[in-house]
T-cell receptor, first 111, second 115 residues
Framework: QKEVEQDPGPLSVPEGAIVSLNCTYS??????FMWYRQYSRKGPELLMY????GNKEDGRFTAQVDKSSKYISLFIRDSQPSDSATYLC???????????FGSGTKLNVKP | DADVTQTPRNRITKTGKRIMLECSQT?????MYWYRQDPGLGLRLIYY???????NKGEISDGYSVSRQAQAKFSLSLESAIPNQTALYFC??????????????FGPGTRLTVL
């Protein structure tokens, strides 16, 4: 069993829709949770990060962590065609020595 | 100029050939990583290094070796390339844990094809 599971999609939504992306994990020792965005033919870039459980909001993006369920989510409000990319969740232990990535969900926002 | 650069950007090689992928960074980070990305499998860690003398295997190190020539340079070698090493390879750096941000900075990737 992989330590981090993520639905690969693809996910196709109309412009303006609310998007929900999710990951589950098996290691209860993970403390830091991140979402990376990867455009085609580019390296991933950090979008959001959260420590432990709770919510974090940044503009149209909200990251949620539920450690009791080992489940994390990224919500995108008012989605735009420029949000079309692959979104990867990532997790780390307290020391950041290694990062564990999900397989990525490909999102397409149609104009 | 890009903070993390990778060379070459694309490479086609034949089975059995030795190939080296190079990574350089100007961010001044001590920690550097090599990942491969395959469709449906996401990013998998090959090797990581916390300084010039500290190199560690990741989850899929078999068939690969690395060299940390300096703080800014981290090379990945395939001693005898095989077709299932065809993938997109990324180098990444990160700051010390003190930042508490968990951010890795990725290079643009090297697309490697082994025939």
């Amino acid at each position: 069993q992989k330590e981090v599971e993520q639905d690969p999609g693809p996910l196709s939504v109309p412009e303006g829709a609310i998007v929900s992306l999710n990951c589950t994990y098996s290691n209860s020792a993970f403390q830091y949770f991140m979402w990376y965005r990867q455009y085609s033919r580019k390296g991933p870039e950090l979008l959001m990060y959260t420590y432990s459980s709770g919510n974090k909001e940044d503009g149209r993006f909200t990251a949620q962590v539920d450690k009791s369920s080992k489940y994390i989510s990224l919500f995108i409000r008012d989605s735009q065609p420029s949000d079309s990319a692959t979104y990867l969740c990532a997790m780390s232990l307290y020391n950041f020595n290694k990062f564990y990535f999900g397989s990525g969900t490909k999102l397409n926002v149609k104009p | 100029d890009a903070d993390v650069t990778q060379t070459p950007r694309n490479r086609i090689t034949k089975t059995g050939k030795r190939i080296m992928l190079e990574c350089s960074q100007t961010k001044g980070h001590d920690r550097m990583y090599w990942y491969r990305q395959d469709p449906g499998l996401g990013l998998r860690l090959i090797y990581y290094s916390f300084d010039v003398k500290d190199i560690n295997k990741g989850e899929i190190s078999d068939g690969y070796s690395v060299s940390r020539q300096a703080q800014a340079k981290f090379s990945l070698s395939l001693e005898s390339a095989i077709p299932n090493q065809t993938a997109l390879y990324f180098c990444a750096t990160s700051d010390l844990p003190d930042s508490r941000k968990g951010e890795q900075f990725f290079g643009p990737g090297t697309r490697l094809t082994v025939l």
